[in-house]
């Protein structure tokens, strides 16, 4: 007996899109009858039959909402699920949550794999590479089909839909303004995730604080080889004459507090740190790392709260909005 075919053994086989295949056995005029013949000559030869399942949750509300996110062992996306998951839950939705693993093509792959399946919106914080190559064609095709999303933390302003983030250059910008108002004058900025959007936007607050005081110097650091960063720290704590850091990410502030303990330097006596997220490194860092909280459970439960109330309360007129969680710096050892 021949194996039952899946809508996306269709697509490989052809080297097409899901939505694609999916829009092409219904015979929808966006696509071209060439690629009509093709998948219907296909799915023939296979009895290709859709799953009575899927068209079924597709065609009525599941109250179920995709989560696409970079990565889970970051503590701030594991703190924003758990935001999202209890918001959801609260108001009777389930959630299904993918890891795209900073990967472009497998958040295509996935929004297509959930937008054909069960879902009944989404919220999404780009991948790395996503906001690298900036190709955002598969959220498009989902405000196309008139499907709400959410984006929160890594947004792009290129797609109209809501989008729920914290003022990361307001952020920064209060980080600085503490370091400066503590006495420090010799300013660095360190980071691992300098493609990203909310890094640019952290490094732009920096860059304004510095820029307006003719007495402080700002020096700059991006890291982008994940497997050489101890080192390349390093270089730079025994390169430069500072007597301050700002981490854009968490992991740029501890590894800073290590290498500057293993050269001798004392925190935070010699170097004050601040970092951002408010994670596992910094609660358990030595000294504890001052930091910039985004508050992520909040981040992702309005998120969750917006997405909701779009879905319970359809408008046609509905107009997208941004809203913004405000972040707190946390004081603790290794600052003055």
Same mark, same amino acid.
Request: hydrophobic share 40%; charged share 25%.
């Given at each position: 007996?021949?194996?039952?075919?899946?809508?996306?053994?269709?697509?490989?086989?052809?080297?097409?899109?899901?939505?694609?295949?999916?829009?092409?056995?219904?015979?929808?005029?966006?696509?071209?009858?060439?690629?009509?013949?093709?998948?219907?000559?296909?799915?023939?030869?296979?009895?290709?039959?859709?799953?009575?399942?899927?068209?079924?949750?597709?065609?009525?509300?599941?109250?179920?909402?995709?989560?696409?996110?970079?990565?889970?062992?970051?503590?701030?996306?594991?703190?924003?699920?758990?935001?999202?998951?209890?918001?959801?839950?609260?108001?009777?939705?389930?959630?299904?949550?993918?890891?795209?693993?900073?990967?472009?093509?497998?958040?295509?792959?996935?929004?297509?794999?959930?937008?054909?399946?069960?879902?009944?919106?989404?919220?999404?914080?780009?991948?790395?590479?996503?906001?690298?190559?900036?190709?955002?064609?598969?959220?498009?095709?989902?405000?196309?089909?008139?499907?709400?999303?959410?984006?929160?933390?890594?947004?792009?302003?290129?797609?109209?839909?809501?989008?729920?983030?914290?003022?990361?250059?307001?952020?920064?910008?209060?980080?600085?303004?503490?370091?400066?108002?503590?006495?420090?004058?010799?300013?660095?900025?360190?980071?691992?995730?300098?493609?990203?959007?909310?890094?640019?936007?952290?490094?732009?607050? @920096?860059? +304004?604080?510095?820029?307006?005081?003719?007495? !402080?110097?700002?020096?700059? /650091?991006?890291?982008? *080889?994940? #497997?050489?960063?101890?080192?390349?720290?390093?270089?730079?704590?025994?390169?430069?004459?500072?007597?301050?850091?700002?981490?854009?990410?968490?992991?740029?502030?501890?590894?800073?507090?290590?290498?500057?303990?293993?050269?001798?330097?004392?925190?935070?006596?010699?170097?004050?740190?601040?970092?951002?997220?408010?994670?596992?490194?910094?609660?358990?860092?030595?000294?504890?790392?001052?930091?910039?909280?985004?508050? @992520?459970? +909040?981040?992702?439960?309005?998120?969750?709260? !917006?997405?909701?109330?779009? /879905?319970?309360?359809? *408008?046609? #007129?509905?107009?997208?909005?941004?809203?913004?969680?405000?972040?707190?710096?946390?004081?603790?050892?290794?600052?003055?």
């Amino acid at each position: 007996m021949r194996k039952k075919v899946t809508l996306k053994q269709l697509a490989k086989e052809l080297n097409l899109s899901i939505s694609t295949v999916s829009k092409s056995l219904k015979n929808d005029p966006e696509i071209s009858q060439k690629t009509i013949n093709r998948v219907h000559e296909l799915a023939s030869f296979y009895n290709y039959k859709p799953n009575a399942l899927a068209v079924s949750l597709k065609s009525s509300k599941t109250n179920t909402i995709g989560v696409i996110l970079p990565e889970i062992l970051n503590h701030f996306f594991a703190k924003a699920l758990f935001g999202i998951e209890q918001e959801a839950s609260k108001n009777g939705y389930k959630i299904v949550t993918c890891i795209t693993n900073e990967s472009y093509q497998k958040e295509i792959e996935y929004v297509e794999m959930l937008n054909y399946s069960s879902v009944d919106g989404f919220i999404i914080a780009l991948s790395q590479e996503t906001q690298v190559v900036n190709q955002l064609g598969h959220f498009t095709a989902l405000k196309r089909d008139k499907v709400p999303v959410v984006m929160f933390d890594r947004v792009s302003n290129e797609i109209d839909c809501d989008k729920v983030i914290v003022d990361d250059k307001e952020a920064s910008k209060n980080a600085i303004q503490y370091l400066i108002d503590t006495g420090c004058k010799k300013i660095a900025v360190i980071t691992t995730i300098s493609d990203l959007s909310v890094a640019k936007l952290r490094l732009e607050g @920096a860059r +304004e604080v510095t820029n307006t005081n003719e007495h !402080i110097s700002l020096v700059e /650091l991006e890291v982008k *080889d994940s #497997n050489n960063i101890e080192n390349k720290i390093e270089e730079f704590l025994k390169k430069n004459e500072l007597d301050a850091v700002l981490g854009l990410d968490e992991t740029a502030a501890a590894i800073t507090i290590n290498m500057s303990h293993k050269l001798g330097y004392k925190i935070p006596e010699d170097i004050s740190v601040i970092g951002f997220t408010d994670g596992l490194l910094s609660k358990h860092s030595y000294p504890k790392l001052t930091t910039v909280s985004q508050h @992520a459970e +909040e981040l992702g439960a309005e998120a969750a709260r !917006i997405l909701v109330n779009q /879905l319970d309360n359809f *408008d046609e #007129n509905y107009k997208t909005k941004t809203e913004i969680v405000k972040t707190s710096l946390i004081l603790r050892d290794s600052t003055n």
